[in-house]
C-alpha cells in the first residue's frame, strides 16, 4: 500500500508560479512511476505530468509542456511539479498518483494508476 499526500497548492494571478509537491510512503522511486493528474469542476480527471520509476523520463500533457516540470528526489521520496505561466484554466484539483512501472515507462492513462492522494487546490485567479 502507497500512500501519497500532497502539498503547496493555493491561490495565485495569472503569470505565477506554484510548486506542488508530494510525499510518498513506503518508497516509490524502485518500483513505482509519478505522476499528477487534475481535475477541474465539471471536467474528467487529466493527466498533467508523469515521470518514470528511475526519474530519467517525463511525459507532460501538451497544454502544459514548455510550463511545468515534474521532478523527483529519490532520497527524500519526493515528487514535484513546478508550475510556470499559470493561467485561469490551470485552475484545479490536483492528485499525485503511483503506478508500478517497467524501466523507463511513464503512464498517462488515469486507469492505470492505483495509488492517489486526496488532492489540493490550485486557483489562479486576477
Known amino acids: 500500500q502507497v500512500q501519497l499526500v500532497e502539498s503547496g497548492g493555493g491561490m495565485v494571478q495569472p503569470g505565477d508560479s506554484l510548486r506542488l509537491s508530494c510525499v510518498a510512503s513506503?518508497?516509490?522511486?524502485?518500483?513505482?512511476?509519478m505522476a499528477w493528474f487534475r481535475q477541474a469542476p465539471g471536467n474528467e480527471r487529466e493527466f498533467v505530468a508523469g515521470i518514470s520509476r528511475g526519474g530519467t523520463k517525463t511525459k507532460y500533457a501538451d497544454s502544459v509542456e514548455g510550463r511545468f516540470t515534474i521532478s523527483r528526489e529519490s532520497h527524500r521520496n519526493n515528487v514535484h511539479l513546478q508550475m510556470g505561466s499559470l493561467t485561469p484554466e490551470d485552475t484545479a484539483v490536483y492528485y499525485c498518483a503511483a503506478a508500478p512501472v517497467h524501466p523507463g515507462e511513464v503512464k498517462t492513462d488515469v486507469l492505470q494508476y492505483q495509488y492517489w492522494g486526496r488532492g489540493i487546490q490550485v486557483n489562479v485567479s486576477s
Open positions: 513506503p518508497r516509490t522511486d524502485e518500483m513505482y512511476g
